[in-house]
């Protein structure tokens, strides 16, 4: 069977949307080049951690509880970002939405039967083609004082 054949294409589409408006939102603030590359390399940070199976990330979760200065570390990170969640919630709803996504992706290339590469290579070109779309599109109608 062809690899086209197999691809979850209504989810890979979803995810597709979802991060072409994060591209949009983003363009949309006008933001300096460094923060499009930070943007991309914590994209594929966080592709590679949702489609690295799960006895993986439980290894180097272990870590972080070794002593009691990193299981300070995480729990103050971990009560900050619930502190992020009340103060920012529409932030919370829209990085909720693309993990929801993501997730949901990893879940169907997972019942497809492809394998981990091929899943992080395809989420990660569908990511970053939506995220690049995204600020195409709102650069173009920005050019073209579409907004009004």
């Known amino acids: 069977m062809s690899i086209l054949k197999k691809l979850p294409w ?5 995810l597709l949307l979802t991060f072409i408006s994060l591209g949009w939102v983003l363009s949309a603030t006008n933001p300096p080049h460094f923060i499009w590359v930070l943007v991309a390399i914590a ?4 592709v590679a951690s949702l489609t690295s ?6 290894d180097y ?5 070794t002593s009691n200065l990193r299981s300070f570390s995480v729990t103050v990170l971990a009560a900050f970002l ?7 919630f529409r932030l919370f709803l829209d990085i909720l939405v693309i993990l929801a996504a993501l997730m949901l992706v990893r ?3 997972q019942a497809a039967g492809f394998r981990e590469v091929q899943a992080f290579c395809i989420t990660s070109i569908f990511s970053l083609a ?5 600020a195409f599109v709102e650069r173009i109608m920005f050019q073209y004082n579409i907004y009004g």
């Open 107 to 109: 879940i169907d290339f």
């Open 43 to 46: 994209i594929l940070f966080l």
């Open 53 to 58: 199976p799960l006895a993986r990330i439980a």
């Open 10 to 14: 209504l989810s890979l589409i979803l």
């Open 82 to 88: 619930f502190f992020l969640v009340f103060a920012r």
């Open 130 to 134: 939506g995220l690049a779309m995204g």
């Open 61 to 65: 979760s272990v870590n972080l509880f």
